[in-house]
């Protein structure tokens, strides 16, 4: 185990947090090649998270659905996944976050879904626009039920 830091492991609570090397959570990222990308972005951020959709978006869609993302990365990782022109994989990733328990990663998997929504997707949306606690979620979510309605 290493210690990383806070910014690292998305801000938990604890400020520092115990988590195995990051390359050992990417099933085909060398560990080099993660440490040059974090090295690049300087951690965790837009950038970093836009060019493994780019250039691995399997990846990143393994990094969301593992949880280890505190919200506002997963947040800014939802809305990049939506570069991926996999539709079929990036409604599976993000599907489950419209449920979760962070408005900031439920409006993200929003505007990540966004450019990919299909019948079911935006019949959640409807209803997300209509119940959700958040008045931004409510917003984005009509907003992207609105696109070619």
């Not at 195995?20 to 974090?38: G, N």
């Not at 951020?45 to 593992?66: K, N």
């Not at 949880?67 to 599907?95: M, P, Y």
Request: net charge negative.
């Amino acid at each position: 185990m290493t210690t990383q830091p806070h910014w690292f492991t998305g801000g938990t609570t604890g400020g520092l947090r115990a988590i195995a090397p990051l390359a050992t959570r990417f099933s085909l990222v060398r560990q080099d090649w993660v440490l040059q990308l974090r090295a690049k972005w300087g951690g965790y951020c837009e950038g970093f998270f836009r060019e493994l959709a780019q250039v691995r978006p399997d990846e990143l869609a393994s990094l969301i659905t593992q949880g280890l993302l505190g919200s506002a990365h997963l947040s800014l990782a939802a809305e990049s996944i939506g570069l991926w022109n996999d539709a079929t994989q990036v409604r599976s990733t993000l599907t489950p976050l419209l449920e979760h328990g962070s408005a900031v990663v439920r409006e993200g998997a929003i505007y990540g879904l966004r450019p990919h929504l299909n019948p079911a997707i935006r019949e959640r949306l409807h209803t997300i626009a209509q119940n959700d606690a958040s008045i931004g979620v409510r917003d984005a979510a009509l907003e992207a039920a609105a696109d070619d309605d």
